[in-house]
């Protein structure tokens, strides 16, 4: 790991280094946000477009470094560019898989009874299964917001679209599932 005096360096520092030709400053960049670039590219294409698409986004964002604005938070950046890679793969027709949502295990300290975990595993799979069925638009904020874990000022920059149009295109989101929870699911 590139560090100064033994503290990990921040992104704005790999930044400012990779932009002047420090390949292991990049590297680190794309180690720190590889599995989120991955979840990312899996909401927006699917499993078998998502590798691809997230190498090929951290190429383009390499190649973009140098208009990269300063002091600009970096992951909604490259999420931006993930997405925008992710889309253009599914828009140019190539083999699309079944979306598959990947919820965070759930953590705590002692580990649940059988039951309770095969109940929680098949309540985990009826809400994957109804974000599945959203339209695109619904499953990427939903995914942006409970599965990546944004906050809505960096789901606005990656989206591109202002922090109060992420407040309604998520609760518009959030009440279709409902809906389309109580229709599949009782």
Do not use: C
């Amino acid at each position: 790991m590139i560090s100064v005096e033994s503290r990990p360096l921040e992104d704005d520092e790999l930044i400012d280094h990779a932009r002047r030709g420090d390949v292991p400053a990049y590297e680190e960049l794309v180690r720190r946000y590889q599995r989120l670039a991955v979840r990312a590219a899996y909401v927006v294409a699917g499993g078998a477009e998502a590798e691809d698409a997230v190498q090929e986004a951290f190429v383009k964002a390499y190649r973009a470094l140098p208009r990269f604005r300063p002091g600009a938070p970096f992951r909604p950046w490259l999420l931006r560019i993930v997405t925008n890679e992710a889309r253009n793969r599914v828009r140019s027709g190539r083999r699309r898989e079944a979306l598959a949502l990947r919820a965070a295990a759930v953590s705590g300290d002692a580990a649940p009874s059988p039951e309770t975990a095969a109940l929680e595993e098949d309540e985990r799979r009826a809400v994957l299964a109804s974000v599945e069925r959203l339209p695109a638009a619904d499953r990427e904020i939903i995914a942006y917001r409970y599965f990546l874990g944004l906050s809505e000022a960096e789901m606005a920059s990656a989206l591109d679209i202002r922090p109060g149009t992420v407040k309604s295109r998520l609760s518009r989101a959030m009440t279709r599932l409902r809906t389309e929870m109580v229709a599949t699911h009782g």
